[in-house]
DNA sequence: TCTTCACATGACAACGTTGTCCAGGCCCTA
DNA sequence: TAGGGCCTGGACAACGTTGTCATGTGAAGA
């Protein structure tokens, strides 16, 4: 009886009991501890109680790999975003896991660092995990890589910016609108010349929310000289760099809308270190934004809401909902806390 | 030859092809797939090139279910925190996802909500699904239910809160340091009176921090009296409630301790809504501590480090590493900016 | 008493992959 | 040309679970 492990396929991991582990141990057929196990009809008390002994004993826990292989869901989702860290994202990230728990799902989740490559890997890593759905917030702006997966039924839901060259369902803030609103507030408080400071313009939230400032000064029949405008990296120097740019040019604004929350930090750091106080709109909320001096105005979008409806979205698909992708664009909130109200200033 | 899918076990879930499909239609045989697949040795150029195209045109992608089912590692980790929205864990949870990609492995997570039961359910879940390993920040404070996958194998590693009743890796700040560095700032700076607010009690990071409190007021010689301490729930209204209660006491406090960055922003707000500035130092940086009027002086936890330090030892345990479970303490930082410099005041 | 039937139970195949092992073909050398 | 070794390729089992189906049992009904 001495069992000859020698030929084993060598891994093991850590030998954990199987269900014949616990069928021997309390004497009964293999499908009678899953019937136990899933709570399956069909078990007598006195059965599935010596199973249960069985179970407790061996300290047995389903192996979900192996169900998942059988069963075709993995009762999990995928959720890639830009940055784990980004705050912004932190809500969103918690209202997704939220409706994944309420459907019994797990997530799975990851950075993609703004990099498309990076981004695709992480898809890709998802999808052979078989993933049931994704979330993803794009980086890159082609995602015919997915073309394949979606038609194999990974159900799958584009945030806070659109799929690029491939059509998909996307919930997304009213990047346009927000910003036009934001800088004609600016506008309302005697603005004229207004710098944009946003995202790179490889980002669709950046060119809308330049399209949205475009579009306020135009209304208001102000110019829109290039050298108030700057897209790019939201790292810290750069967006420096380019503010203070602004407030040194030979005409200086007198008056920033930045594009996000990144590019709002640094900008409030920067022109709190001037002399004289220029008037600052903010895209997306911050926390502690209120008790700035002068409190922070800035165009909030929901993130929180974003997420939910997103995976709302996923999970109707996942329960076979499939009319065509629908774009579903939330409204932003103006915030008005004091900032925007900064006089202008002319040296 | 028409295929009959009458008896087929009905999920099919999307009809991937499979290696199967892949070996028929490049007409090798299956092993040999599986070699191009995963870029074993042993396959003729030729052979592979016919075996990637039919992979090309099915659209094949391998299921890592299967894979995982056979070889007995899942290359995923698990993280459990207490709330993905919480900009504490941001960093940490980010800083884990690199150590985990570093390593070729996925990253699943939830939030416990603080709450042990959902802590635990989830613990579990992500065992079923045979994670490599666990990075765990503790809810409950009793993990023996661990104790069996722990044994079978699951990699634990705790952070920023040690395990209760068990014996396991954890990684944390010096949060009694920390504090007692904290309040020792305020009363080198006159206070005598001074109030904590902080997590609730059945938290350890609280606890320890409310015994620095006790051990810096004790070396100044100091009275801690119990009208100034108070734990309980983040909740903004809890911590309202607890920060009036002693501004407004016969005996109100000049300086208050804020036992986490939860507790720190609604005593922010408190305080700025009062016509008298009260010394405030917090447990954890913010984003914006710097701008706020006066800056606020917060003793710092690295929460990336944190986060790196555990993910690092986990994997250093799935590597093998047998040693005993240790504990690791970080140093956290004192950053002052001036509100524990205000002086203190008394009607 | 014999059928009928419901119900509890177990044997077995299949999910898609990888490890093992064997077969056949080729080239090289004696 | 025979023998040997190497290389490529494939057949097969196994990972742990669940769906299907067959079997056995006892009770209810005729």
Not at 54 to 73: H, T
Not at 190 to 212: S, W, Y
Request: charged share 25%; aromatic share 4%; net charge negative.
């Amino acid at each position: 009886m001495a069992e000859t492990e020698s030929r084993r396929p060598e891994p093991r991991y850590g030998n954990r009991p199987t269900m014949k582990d616990v069928a021997a141990r309390a004497g009964v057929g293999l499908k009678t501890v899953s019937r136990v196990v899933n709570g399956e009809a069909g078990v007598t008390p006195d059965t599935e109680q010596r199973v249960q002994e069985a179970i407790e004993a061996l300290g047995f826990r389903r192996n979900d790999s192996a169900r998942v292989l059988r069963k075709g869901r993995t009762a999990s989702i995928g959720l890639v975003l830009e940055d784990l860290a980004d705050p912004f994202y932190g809500p969103l990230n918690r209202a997704v896991e939220e409706v994944a728990r309420a459907h019994g799902a797990l997530l799975i989740n990851g950075s993609s660092a703004g990099d498309p490559a990076r981004e695709q890997e992480l898809v890709l890593a998802l999808c052979a995990r078989r993933v049931d759905g994704l979330i993803v917030i794009p980086a890159g702006d082609d995602h015919r890589y997915l073309e394949p997966e979606i038609a194999a039924g990974v159900a799958t839901v584009f945030v806070d910016r659109p799929a690029g060259k491939t059509d998909a369902d996307v919930v997304l803030s009213d990047s346009f609108g927000g910003a036009r609103e934001g800088v004609a507030h600016l506008i309302g408080h005697g603005h004229r010349r207004i710098g944009f400071v946003g995202d790179q313009p490889r980002i669709h939230t950046a060119n809308e929310r330049l399209r949205g400032y475009y579009a306020a000064m135009e209304e208001a029949g102000l110019p829109a000289d290039d050298a108030w405008v700057s897209l790019g990296s939201t790292a810290p120097e750069r967006v420096r760099d380019a503010v203070t740019a602004m407030l040194d040019a030979p005409e200086p604004v007198t008056a920033i809308f930045a594009g996000n929350n990144r590019v709002t930090v640094t900008a409030v750091r920067v022109l709190a270190g001037r002399e004289h106080p220029v008037a600052l709109v903010g895209f997306d909320d911050i926390e502690l934004a209120d008790l700035l001096q002068p409190g922070l105005t800035v165009v909030a979008q929901d993130a929180a809401t974003l997420g939910r409806t997103a995976a709302d979205r996923l999970f109707r698909r996942l329960d076979g909902a499939n009319d065509a992708p629908a774009r579903v664009e939330l409204p932003t909130r103006l915030i008005v806390r004091g900032s925007g109200e900064i006089q202008p200033w002319t040296p």
